[in-house]
């Protein structure tokens, strides 16, 4: 039964070993088998590399920003509703099954410099004229990237945060109340806390999508600077094939920043486990000890 899935695996990590070995210049299909670096020091001393590492974290740490600000929000909005499964089926799976690349196209129809939203603007009176409203394509600020991802993945957060959420005792809430707590203090005092490793969770894997992906960068960016992904992508189409291994440098130093993710990904994920065991622990001592203490009582 797991024959399918080592298959699949299989695929993926010949991708990613052939990849890996190109960026050294080793390409056998080429009778090229000398280990070098001199593709890796091409691209760490390009010029527009350290513009495009920056532009990348840049729009990734607010796409995750505000995918963790607003998938929580959404969490607790539909957490305090008790909202049924339509509720759950527009406001997390439609747009969680949505494609990249049609949220990208609507916010292009949009918000682009003869979109719908300015010409509404410039209808009503409210603009100068229909491209005043600043173009969601090639802006500097990246903000239409950021739109983009923020649409995809607060359903997302939503999605890793809600099940926690709806599972948290009342009564802890009920009892921060009783004692004086309103409710927004409960919830950042209570409930935020027992979400703290699912929201990191997610915030770090918006965060690495944001950052290895290209077809939402390529479509909305500026043109300089470039994402690193794209700049990767615009490699890899040039006619030279000896010129893959430079595009896979380029992979591999995103694959890097990308792996140290993976890395506080999974230290994060094992400090839950540890903190849940010792929780677990915790709780069968006091059983033990309230036991003993009904034994001795009869």
């Known amino acids: 039964m797991a024959l399918p899935a ?39 001393t390009r ?27 959404l969490s607790a909005l539909m957490t305090r509703a008790r909202t049924g499964r339509v509720m759950r089926l527009f406001g997390i799976q439609v747009p969680i099954t949505t494609m990249h690349a049609v949220v990208a196209l609507a916010v292009i129809c949009l918000f682009s410099g003869a ?41 997302f957060v939503a999605f890793m945060t809600i099940t926690i959420m709806m599972n948290i005792s009342s009564t802890l809430g009920e009892a921060a109340r009783t004692l004086g707590a309103g409710s927004l203090r409960a919830f950042f005092g ?62 591999g130093i995103m694959a890097g920043i990308c792996t140290l993710l993976c890395v506080a990904y999974y230290a994060v994920l094992q400090r839950d486990r540890r903190g849940g065991r010792g929780e677990h622990d915790r709780r069968r001592k006091r059983q033990s000890a309230s036991c003993r203490t009904g034994e001795e009582t009869q």
Request: contains cysteine; glycine residues 10%.
């Open 6 to 44: 080592l298959l699949l695996l299989a695929v993926f990590v010949y991708g990613v070993g052939s990849g890996i070995i190109q960026g050294f210049g080793i390409m056998p299909f080429l009778d090229r088998t000398t280990f070098t670096l001199e593709y890796y020091e091409q691209a760490l």
């Open 47 to 73: 010029a527009d590399l350290a513009g495009s590492i920056m532009f990348s974290l840049y729009f990734s740490l607010v796409s995750a920003g505000v995918a963790v600000v607003g998938g929580v929000a």
């Open 115 to 155: 979109g719908l939203f300015p010409r509404v603007l410039h209808a009503a009176g409210l603009a100068p004229d229909a491209t005043w409203f600043p173009s969601v394509v090639g802006a500097p600020s990246g903000w239409g990237i950021i739109v983009v991802y923020a649409w995809k993945e607060i359903p």
């Open 190 to 251: 209570i409930t935020l806390p027992l979400c703290r490793g699912a929201i990191l969770r997610a915030f770090l894997v918006v965060f690495a999508f944001a950052f290895g992906s290209y077809e939402i960068p390529f479509l909305l960016e500026p043109t300089v600077p470039k994402a690193l992904p794209v700049l990767a992508y615009i490699e890899f189409q040039d006619p030279d094939i000896i010129n893959r291994c430079y595009a896979m440098a380029l992979n």
